[in-house]
């Protein structure tokens, strides 16, 4: 197995090192002052832990353009003859999801559908191969999984995608076999809570026991519709302000402060 270079590197259990590659430039601290109380509630109160992957755990798209992705389906779809599927909003998005939920909602469970999702899932085991991880993810998995807690992915990504990524930074097995991601049924993606619920099923831990970390309002909104306490990550002040609209009460723009209270 080949493995990239670790931006995280973890010395035994109680050494972090942080590499130039995986350096905090924005804040280091929660979001706001109300936040630094809610977090250590929400971090004692999660008996399982469930990942969003794309952003909390690593910037899937860091050197391969999800622009450039979204921009391909496009043009894949209108080498088809099919330019009229989609809005011109549509077209124009920078979001592979979007332009794979439009076509789905046009022509469920189609083997149009399948084909063009299968392309995506393509694209992005292109771009796991390039992917940075998120500063800190990697010592957080590994000191959550060590304590005892258990974690699973719940994405809208493929879940190949997820364990080729996870394989790679030599995690996998901090969450294996618990990688609830894209399927075919695809008005199961978030913000439908219905890959949280899988994992809380299969582990057979209740929605209060439970905490959500994702970066997106369809993250917050999936883990409401399955009772799950959530936290935000935002790795700008930008994406913090949209989860805070979105009204997720706690947002963090660095997971360090998670990793001190594991620690601590």
């Not at 590197?9 to 590659?21: A, E, F, I, M, R």
């Not at 905490?211 to 959530?230: K, N, Q, T, W």
């Amino acid at each position: 197995m080949v493995r990239r270079p670790l931006g995280n590197h973890h010395h035994g259990p109680d050494t972090l090192l942080v590499t130039p590659d995986t350096t905090q430039t924005g804040s280091v601290t929660v979001e706001n002052e109300n936040d630094q109380y809610h977090l250590p509630t929400l971090i004692k109160g999660a008996r399982v832990v469930l990942w969003d992957f794309d952003g909390p755990i690593c910037r899937l798209f860091a050197r391969h353009s999800a622009d450039g992705v979204a921009t391909d389906l496009v043009a894949w779809l209108e080498g088809r003859g099919l330019h009229g599927l989609l809005t011109e909003r549509e077209r124009e998005t920078l979001d592979p999801q979007v332009v794979l939920r439009a076509v789905d909602r046009r022509h469920p469970g189609s083997d149009l559908v399948a084909e063009l999702e299968e392309r995506l899932t393509h694209e992005e085991l292109r771009a796991a191969s390039s992917a940075m991880p998120t500063p800190y993810a990697d010592p957080l998995i590994r000191t959550w999984s060590a304590v005892g807690s258990g974690l699973a992915i719940t994405t809208n990504n493929s879940p190949r995608v997820v364990r080729t990524y996870l394989e790679g930074r030599g995690i996998a097995g901090c969450f294996a076999p618990h990688i609830y991601g894209r399927a075919q049924e695809l008005h199961h993606l978030k913000p439908d809570p219905h890959c949280l619920n899988r994992a809380l099923n299969a582990m057979g831990a209740a929605p209060a026991d439970a905490l959500m970390i994702g970066d997106a309002p369809s993250d917050h909104e999936a883990a409401v519709r399955a009772g799950v306490p959530f936290l935000g990550y935002a790795s700008n002040p930008r994406k913090a302000k949209i989860l805070k609209d979105a009204g997720a009460d706690t947002v963090i723009e660095s997971l360090e402060p998670v990793l001190a209270l594991l620690r601590g």
